[in-house]
């Protein structure tokens, strides 16, 4: 006889969220549960429905059911088959679970036998384990069905904005309200004198609409409907291209001249003025607005834009600014014969770090290998009994940390030891250009290494301002403390601060 405490909850699903399918099977299933629950005396204290594919986990009336079941709100389920409770490894296992556990005392099925025994969790699993095979089984059909109407060249799913659906053929075919506007869109876009926003109006005024929609199409549905390929007869499907078999509405030269329009309003559009060199480059020192450049006569000129209000800062011929640059430059370069020396004496260092970085390495591989062996040890002693399971644990976490952080020393010694000296190379590289290009180099050039030694550019009483960079600053200073053009300059013991302020 029924337990009368005994409650259980009833669970009725259907495999599909459209309104027009498997609309009965609901009805049937509660009908039928209802039925077999009063045959059974089961006392039903709430019922379940749920218009969700049980395919994947996430169902949120079924985690309603199963978090009111672990509450013990209920302690038994009643449902059509078990295919109705899961299709997917995670909700049966959760299912099966409960029952471990002594959540759920019974599963009712009238079309499969379930009593919570080893041998009934075992047939549960199975069951389970078929209705996931159904469902997997039944998706690698879909998608085999799918790639061979692709190689039919037939378009696999619901006709796209144009086209119709031929039921009995299982084919698409034009559309003749919609497929005129949607070619005279083409044309308008291809002519190149119609942007995007405008051949949406014209869309919105012919009256075309989504056939889902009540509402006009969006910028990014005339976007999409303008790149795709389907028009001209090709379906894109999943990012392939295959030949389609379905009448075309425009030909293939309009969509690519409509794509390449795409393509070259996609680019960055020039600016209408003269490539000035130095324009947005400078502030005005005296009202810290952008310096601009004009020509006057012949002749470029860079001048405060005077936006921030009335300024006096003077005009200064771009000719005048190339040389202030030039002698930028030249106050952070170093001669040739001086840069190759300092080169040599950083291959010298290199050596020595190398050397001293093998030594260090090697010394913490010996530590490694002197921890691999205490492991070792560790384990034979906690097996002969000599010391306790908690010792082992907390003197193995001990060596297991050590060797960590000794393999992250030595992937440190790894990284750095090659690259340590490399800035270095970089600057000295750099100073040596700094001179080169100050005597040959374009202006565009001249700037572009000013960049890198200097920042917070100004102009003020026709005079460049700047803040250098370390160690472009020390180079001015230690070329002036050496004394420029003096004897001995080259080879000059005061440079060797230079290179040992920064290793």
């Known amino acids: 006889m029924q337990n009368p405490t005994m409650r259980y909850f009833l669970y009725a699903r259907k495999s599909t969220d459209e309104a027009d399918k498997q609309v009965l099977s609901i009805e049937a299933q509660l009908a ?4 077999y629950a009063q045959k059974e005396n089961l006392p039903i204290v709430r019922e379940f429905v749920e218009c969700k594919t049980a395919k994947e986990p996430g169902r949120e009336v079924f ?24 299709r997917n490894s995670v909700d049966g296992g959760r299912i099966i679970y409960l029952v471990d556990t002594a959540k759920i005392l019974e599963l009712k099925f009238p079309t499969f036998w379930f009593d919570p025994t080893p041998q009934g969790k075992f047939m549960l699993s199975i069951a389970f384990g078929q209705s996931k095979y159904y469902v997997d089984n039944l998706s690698e059909n879909v998608k085999r069905g799918l790639r061979q ?15 119709l659906n031929d039921e009995k053929n299982h084919t698409i075919y034009v559309d003749a309200d919609r497929a005129p506007l949607i070619k005279k869109a083409f044309e308008l876009y291809g002519s190149g004198e119609y942007s995007i926003r405008e051949i949406r109006e014209f869309l919105k005024n012919a009256g075309l609409v989504g056939r889902n929609q009540k509402k006009a199409l969006s910028i990014a549905n005339c976007h999409y409907m303008l790149r795709n390929p389907i028009y001209y007869g090709v379906i894109r499907f999943y990012g392939e291209l295959h030949e389609g078999k379905h009448e075309a509405i425009i030909p293939k030269a309009l ?30 020192e005296s009202c810290g607005g952008f310096i601009t450049t004009e020509t006057q006569k012949g002749h470029n000129y860079l001048r405060c834009t005077k936006k921030k209000g009335p300024c006096a800062e003077p005009f200064l011929r771009e000719e005048q600014m190339d040389l202030q640059v030039r002698e930028i430059l030249k106050g952070v370069s170093l001669p040739p014969a001086l840069a ?12 020595k770090a190398a050397q001293a970085g093998e030594a260090a390495a090697q010394n913490l591989r010996d530590k490694l290998v002197v921890l691999t062996d205490q492991l070792g040890q560790l384990l034979d002693l906690v097996l002969q009994g000599t010391i306790t399971q908690p010792e082992y644990v907390t003197k193995k976490a001990q060596l297991v940390n050590g060797k960590k952080e000794i393999e992250n020393k030595l992937a440190a010694f790894a990284r750095e030891g090659r690259n340590r000296l490399e800035p270095l190379k970089r600057f000295y590289a750099l100073c040596e250009n700094a001179g080169k290009s100050a005597v040959s180099g374009s202006p565009s050039e001249n700037l572009q290494i000013m960049r890198k030694i200097g920042s ?22 230690l070329r002036q403390a050496a004394g420029f053009g003096k004897p001995g300059f080259e080879t000059s013991e005061i440079w060797r601060p230079l290179r040992d302020s920064n290793p």
């Open 149 to 163: 109407k692709l190689r039919n060249g037939i378009w696999p799913s619901r006709a796209p904005m144009g086209y």
């Open 255 to 284: 969509f690519d001249k409509c794509q390449e329009l795409f393509k070259n309003k996609s680019k960055p559009k020039k600016r209408g003025f003269k490539p000035y060199v130095y324009r947005g480059v400078f502030h005005c």
């Open 32 to 35: 039928e549960l209802r039925e």
């Open 456 to 477: 917070n550019f100004f102009l003020g009483g026709q005079k460049i301002k700047l803040k250098f960079n370390f160690p472009s600053e020390q180079v001015r200073e």
């Open 340 to 351: 190759a020396n300092a080169l040599e004496n950083i291959k010298a260092e290199e050596l």
């Open 63 to 86: 985690n309603e059911m199963m978090e009111q079941m672990e509450r013990g709100a209920a302690y038994g389920i009643v449902a059509w088959h078990p295919d109705r409770l899961a």
